[in-house]
């Protein structure tokens, strides 16, 4: 059970991140006629938002799994 919901997880930590990251790509302009430096850091842009948003959410998703996990089901005291 540990394992498929550390697997649950990951799979929507990604489908988070590439959600964010689809957001995004929506905002940037075209990149039609664009030289290779702006494309670049439009994809480095791309890939924070990916980045940051999968790491986010597998940090929150994992200490939710953590909290479920636990044998007295209490939140952990601050």
Known sequence: MAQLLKVL???????????AAREVYALLPSWQGETWPWVALDAG?????????????YYLLDDMVRWLLAR??????A
């Open 9 to 19: 997880t990951v799979i929507i930590s990604l489908a988070a991140g590439l959600l």
């Open 45 to 57: 842009f791309l890939f924070l938002a990916f980045a940051m948003i999968s790491g986010l959410s």
């Open 72 to 77: 007295n089901n209490r939140p952990p005291k």
